[in-house]
């Protein structure tokens, strides 16, 4: 998660740095790149999710096993609206030229689902499994910056329920920038702390 996060931020950074114009919808070959690494970063969500859960002692399963049902959830509908993206919206292009801009521009069904994974469902499982990290100071920050993610995110719906999709940004700032640095902090944590039970 740590490096997909870098990658994806390293290929925004490569954008503005040739574009020049932030305010302009990303386009190929970047918008083509941050797609793949979203479908990536979906089933490494899920593992990492799976990973906190097996880590979790019993009495913070409930909390690990809910934010793990919500990411599985969010990583099935954004890797569908990405997969679509990738295949099918890009084939339409070719055939009706400026759809594939249309699609990517809010008011789109496809972003309001992409939305729906990322700010709400990856927003719940992310504050779900903060309360998974109790103990020592390295869970103690995991679970800071893991439940800072979450609330970021489920802020940044606000964007879409309200159509003034800029506050949507806040979101990206939870799982683009958050994120990523939330993932090394349990990587560490997990090297640090002695599982809380043999099956852990």
């Known amino acids: 998660m740590l490096v997909i996060g870098l990658l994806y931020v390293a290929t925004i950074a490569v954008w503005l740095l040739l574009v020049r114009a932030p305010y302009q919808p990303i386009s190929d070959p970047f918008l083509a790149i941050m797609e793949v690494l979203t479908l990536v970063s979906a089933p490494a969500l899920v593992g990492m999710l799976v990973a906190v859960h097996a880590f979790s002692a019993r009495a913070q ?12 959830l969010a990583a099935g509908v954004t890797m569908a609206v990405h997969f679509l993206e ?3 919206i890009r084939q ?11 699609l990517l521009v809010w008011p789109s069904s ?8 990322w700010d709400l469902l990856v927003g719940l499982s992310l504050v779900c499994v903060s309360r998974v990290f109790v103990g020592d100071i390295s869970l ?7 439940a800072l993610c979450g609330i970021l995110c489920l802020a940044g719906s606000v964007g879409p329920f309200s159509g003034t999709i800029a506050w949507q940004n806040i979101a990206v700032l939870g799982y683009a920038v958050a994120l990523p640095l939330a993932a090394g902090l349990i ?9 809380a039970t043999a099956a852990a």
Do not use: I, K, N
């Open 86 to 88: 990738l295949t099918a």
């Open 61 to 72: 399963q409930v909390f690990a096993l809910a934010g793990l049902c919500f990411g599985v």
């Open 140 to 146: 103690s920050r995991a679970r800071r910056v893991m």
């Open 187 to 195: 990587a560490r944590a997990f090297r640090a702390t002695v599982p």
């Open 110 to 117: 496809l972003l309001a689902a992409d939305y729906l994974a």
């Open 92 to 102: 339409l292009a070719q055939a009706d030229e400026g759809r594939l801009g249309y």
